[in-house]
């Protein structure tokens, strides 16, 4: 008979375990939410919980047998189910920790790929590794499967090996949303140089309100600001101000770029079924009704990119026309930062690949492929430094299979490396100019005529070698004759 040691599982960590830094990131996690850590191991997270002032505590059989098991807004089950050799057991566990989750579940195991590091013989569905542990490692869509099915939810892909599982369909609908918006810091909204600094200061969190979300915020939206209430005498005066002093070009480019988030947004939350707008969180049928006619014709035009993306030649159409990215015949290589800038076709696009993995830490690029609906995010640690980066790992997400594949470069001798930087990035993008330059002394030195003799560290190095050339940062310079 197997004995396995589960308590051994436990490890010292010197940070937040993913899954909650993740949560935190997300914003799932706010001063005033109670955590509950159901199999805390050694306690690491709850005592760095409680350090950031979160209302946080945890139970483990193993190690914190003695502490009750509580309920809390959001409970985390980070890397427990993976560890238990019993199925049955697994989703009794699964069960209680739902039970205690007044607002949300974080369910985190070992995803596939990490099987390959880790040694030991096969037992049940799993592996008892050399430490006498037992491991089973889930694949992506098979962790979803298991939750959703013995749940009866509809959870959703945090992070590779990490879901959250929501209790009200509409706290889904607002991180949905988030997700969709976030990452746009670049949209900036002036105000008229006429006003007061005073005025200015004191309106500034509704300009950037405007900014976000191409409408003004509603009464009960509104921040409770004392530099507002000494300010103005009534908030609807300030927003009175506010919609004088922004210019209309201006209005009109927030309101267009809100009304594409919220179309992008309605296209990734309609696979389930089309919440009925009532059901939809209250700030968001705020925006339908500022953006749209109405909520028909707002769905309506999500349902035509919805179209577009079943339409794999629409897709491909969407991918050349694109103002930025690094375009080859198989696919449109886009740096991250940028994807919310580009057309929302393409943003629905990534963002059915990310419904799959979750956000992908350390993702530099996405790979939008223009043959096959698959969508990866490629890891290029040294982006910014290096001027020809090595490829480190890669996240394909199968939209037909609904599968997704992890391959890593790490230890290859001979990464796939880029050239061209400045094609992945948008035009405000740190250094663009730098990798322009670079790359406009590359041509004029022939160097980058055949792109298939270039695309791996070996082959790049034998060029510059042949061509009597070396890279100082990124510049190019003469190699130094063989003494
Ligand atoms: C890999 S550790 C993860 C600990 C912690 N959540 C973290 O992420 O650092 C797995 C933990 O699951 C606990 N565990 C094992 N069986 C359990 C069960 N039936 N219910 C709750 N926790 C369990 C183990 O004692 C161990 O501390």
């Known amino acids: 008979m197997t004995t396995v ?69 959001v409970v985390n089950l980070g890397y427990v189910v993976n560890v238990i050799e019993d199925p049955h057991e697994r989703v009794s566990v699964l069960h209680s920790a739902w039970s205690l989750a007044r607002r949300a579940l974080i369910v985190a195991a070992r995803p596939d ?28 869509d098979e962790l979803r499967a298991w939750i959703d099915n013995y749940l009866t939810v509809r959870s959703i892909a945090a992070a590779p090996g990490v879901f959250y599982v929501f209790r009200e369909d509409s706290t889904s609908h607002t991180f949905l ?9 670049y949209r900036r909204v002036e105000i008229d140089e006429s006003l007061l600094e005073t005025q200015r200061s004191a309106l500034q969190p509704l300009v950037d309100f405007v900014a976000e979300r191409g409408r003004v915020p509603d009464v009960t939206e509104i921040p ?55 059901n939809l969180p209250e700030d968001i049928q705020f925006d339908v009704k500022a953006l749209y006619d109405s909520y ?33 015949p198989e696919a449109l290589y886009v740096h991250v930062s940028a994807i919310n800038r580009l057309d929302p076709v393409l943003r629905v696009y990534e963002g059915c690949g990310r419904a799959l993995t979750g956000t992908v830490d350390g993702a530099t690029l996405v790979k939008l492929n223009r043959v096959e609906p698959k969508v990866s995010y490629l890891n290029y640690p040294e982006f910014d430094r290096d001027p020809h980066p090595a490829l480190n790992t890669s ?17 290859s001798q001979n990464p796939p490396i880029l050239h061209r930087k ?8 740190p250094r663009r100019d730098t990798f322009a330059r670079l790359t406009s002394q590359e041509e004029r030195a022939s160097l980058l005529d ?34």
């Open 450 to 483: 055949d792109a298939r003799a270039i695309g791996t560290q070996e082959r790049w190095k034998a060029r510059l070698d042949q061509a009597g050339l070396r890279l100082a940062g990124h510049r190019l310079v003469r190699a130094r004759p063989a003494e």
């Open 422 to 429: 400045e094609t992945f990035v948008a035009d405000d993008y």
């Open 113 to 140: 790929w990490e099987a390959r590091y880790v040694q030991g013989r096969s037992h049940g569905d799993g592996i008892i590794t050399t430490k006498g542990t037992f491991q089973k490692f889930f694949k992506q």
């Open 224 to 278: 409770n600001s004392d530099e507002l209430k000494n300010t103005f005498p009534t908030v609807k005066h300030a927003i009175a101000v506010i919609r004088q002093t922004i210019p209309n070009d201006t209005w009109a480019r927030a309101q267009e770029a809100a009304r594409r988030d919220l179309t992008v947004y309605l296209a990734l939350t309609a696979f389930g079924g089309r919440t009925k707008f009532t």
């Open 5 to 73: 040691e589960r308590g051994r599982t436990a490890m010292m960590r010197t940070g937040l375990s993913k899954p909650l830094s993740i949560a935190l990131a997300d914003d799932l996690l706010t001063p005033d939410t109670s955590v509950f850590d159901y199999g805390c191991g050694r306690g690491g997270d709850v005592l760095r919980l409680k350090t950031l002032g979160y209302d946080a505590s945890g139970w483990d059989p193993n190690h914190a047998a003695d502490l009750p098991r509580k309920e809390a807004d």
């Open 177 to 185: 949303a988030n997700r969709v918006r976030n990452r746009r810091a």
């Open 296 to 328: 028909r014709a707002a769905c309506e035009s999500a349902d035509q990119l919805l179209f577009s993306l079943a339409d794999q030649a629409a897709l491909n159409k969407a991918c050349s026309s694109a103002a930025f990215g690094k375009l080859t």
């Open 395 to 411: 996240l394909r997400a199968d939209l037909r299979r609904l599968h997704v594949k992890y391959t890593d470069f790490g230890s």
